[in-house]
């Protein structure tokens, strides 16, 4: 059987499933194919993000948070407790009622946009046909889309020398599933997951060791924000090994042996469960025949320019499977971009106004460049900074620590980026994103009445700052 459409999309994740739901809004006969199922077996839509990314991950950094203030942060506020516990299993099944209740909406909000829905592997052919096949491997069923957008999105790293068997030795969508709280974890890479999910199972109990290769701590942030940050993760009790290079896991008498060598000396550490959170790639595998004009790079990336057009015509991709950060935000917004133009419009992302964040706590936010890629390019700049020690909602809600950045042009005072670590940051930073998206300057956001007391008057004396008039700071 051949069914056309105007717009074959490949993937159901945040870049796939939001492309689908603009090209029906834009009146385009639009199907979306997705392979994945979840840990019963059963199809799911939403991709990484909503089953075991984002939206999972916040659940359980959510609730931990709670179960860590409430052990270590109440008592300030003359609040005690007895008998404080943990179940997991709750913690676990609220999870998974996020999930399910997200994913479910995705199912119908495609129905409601009449996007149809076909369950099964994306293989892309020439003259721009698509076969999707089942999971024995059996072609169910061609298509061809005058459009194809492809958002197979991406898939753990796993290290040849320390390879996953899903219950010992496991990658985020394990650490995502403890149903008990391991002992002792081995987390093998500092990033965004390595810290996010070492934050959530420290903070119940577990001893957590994070080994990083790289010298630097959380190189892609400014260099003050992670200096704080490796402060206040070292307070909560993660303890971060720099410069390390993993050999190999073993199994001993006591648990499993995690080799590494930092400073030419040879270490092992005893856990009991490693998680390996080394990067993803581009789930790319099976996805391209050799005919139908996409290239792929020596990564396994998509090959496209910076309007997410691969070398095929009408072939279009999006999100971590192409160049640029593996976010889902940056994902959808592509999806939203490529929409657009195949349906006449002109899709706009500004790939400068992408924001970061971590959600730990405190959490970490950033948008545009730092001081370090600033100094490299030989930019002149002047920066702002002001404490959340010395904001009163901070101070109010027992959080005063971190601060907020603002880095402007020396000479049109144009803010060039915004580093954030402290409470809710994640709401903060929008602001900023709006700012620069409309090539605001430290002017313009110090004219801004913020409300009092609110966190967002650090973002506005940051500002002050930057023209050394903050109100609030001393020096
Ligand atoms: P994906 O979400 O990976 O979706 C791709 C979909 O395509 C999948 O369902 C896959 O099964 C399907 N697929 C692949 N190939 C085919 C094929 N050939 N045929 C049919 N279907 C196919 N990002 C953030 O912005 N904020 C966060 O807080 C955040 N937290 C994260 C936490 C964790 C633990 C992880 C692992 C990731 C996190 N991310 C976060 C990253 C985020 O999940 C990804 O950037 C985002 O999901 C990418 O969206 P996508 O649509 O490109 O791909
Ligand atoms: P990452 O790139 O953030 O971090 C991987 C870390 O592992 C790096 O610090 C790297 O130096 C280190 N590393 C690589 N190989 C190593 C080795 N052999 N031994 C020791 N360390 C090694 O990747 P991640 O944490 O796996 O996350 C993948 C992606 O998922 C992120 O880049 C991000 O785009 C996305 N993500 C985003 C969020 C968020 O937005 N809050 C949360 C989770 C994941």
Request: aromatic residues 6%.
């Amino acid at each position: 059987m051949t069914d056309s459409f105007d717009v074959v999309v490949i993937g159901a994740g945040p870049g796939g499933y939001v492309a689908a739901i603009r090209c029906a809004q834009l009146g385009l006969n639009t199907v979306c194919i997705d392979a994945l199922v979840d840990d019963q077996g059963k199809e799911t839509l939403g991709g990484t993000c909503l089953n075991v990314g984002c939206i999972p991950s916040k659940a359980l950094l959510e609730s931990t948070e709670q179960f860590h203030r409430l052990n270590h942060q109440f008592a300030a506020h003359g609040i005690s407790a007895d008998n404080v516990a943990m179940d997991v299993s709750v913690m676990q099944a609220r999870k998974k009622d996020i999930v399910k209740g997200l994913t479910g909406g995705i199912s119908q909000l495609f129905k409601a946009n009449k996007v149809t829905s076909i369950h099964g592997f994306g293989h892309v052919l020439s003259g721009n046909r698509v076969n999707v096949v089942d999971r024995d491997g059996q072609v169910i069923q061609t298509l061809t889309g005058q459009n194809i957008i492809l958002a197979p999105g991406s898939v753990p790293v796993e290290l040849p020398s320390i390879p996953y068997d899903h219950e010992f030795v496991v990658d985020s969508t394990g650490a995502l599933a403890f149903n008990h709280v391991p002992k002792r974890i081995g987390i093998i890479g500092a990033g965004v997951i390595g810290l996010e999910l070492g934050s959530v199972w420290n903070r119940l109990g577990s001893e957590v060791t994070i080994v990083e290769a790289m010298d630097d701590f959380l190189g892609a942030a400014d260099h003050q924000v992670a200096r704080e940050a490796k402060r206040q993760y070292a307070k909560q009790g993660l303890d971060i090994r720099l410069g390390a290079t993993v050999s190999g896991v073993s199994s001993g008498a006591g648990g499993l042996q995690l080799g590494y060598a930092q400073k030419g000396e040879d270490h092992s550490l005893e856990v009991d469960r490693v998680i390996v959170a080394v990067g993803r790639k581009p789930a790319t595998s099976g996805l391209l025949s050799e005919d139908c004009g996409v290239a792929l790079d020596d990564r396994g990336f998509i090959e496209v320019d910076e309007l997410c057009r691969t070398g095929a015509p009408n072939i279009w991709a999006v999100g971590d499977a192409v160049r640029g950060p593996m976010l889902a935000h940056k994902s959808s917004e592509e999806g939203v971009a490529v929409a657009e133009r195949i349906g006449g419009g002109a899709g706009h992302i500004d790939f400068n106004c992408v924001p970061w964040v971590i959600y730990t706590s405190p959490e970490i936010a950033w948008v545009g460049q730092t001081e370090n890629q600033l100094k490299e390019e030989g930019v002149e700049y002047r920066t702002g900074q002001f404490p959340f020690a010395a904001n009163g909602r901070a101070r109010a809600m027992e959080e005063p620590h971190g601060f907020v950045k603002i880095i402007a042009d020396k000479h049109t005072d144009r803010i060039l980026g915004v580093h954030m670590i402290g409470p809710h940051v994640s709401e903060l930073i929008g602001e900023c994103v709006v700012t620069m998206e409309f090539h605001g300057s430290s002017e313009d956001l110090a004219r801004i009445v913020h409300a009092h007391p609110t966190l967002s008057e650090a973002t506005h004396e940051a500002a002050l700052a930057v023209d050394k008039r903050a109100i609030h700071k001393v020096g």
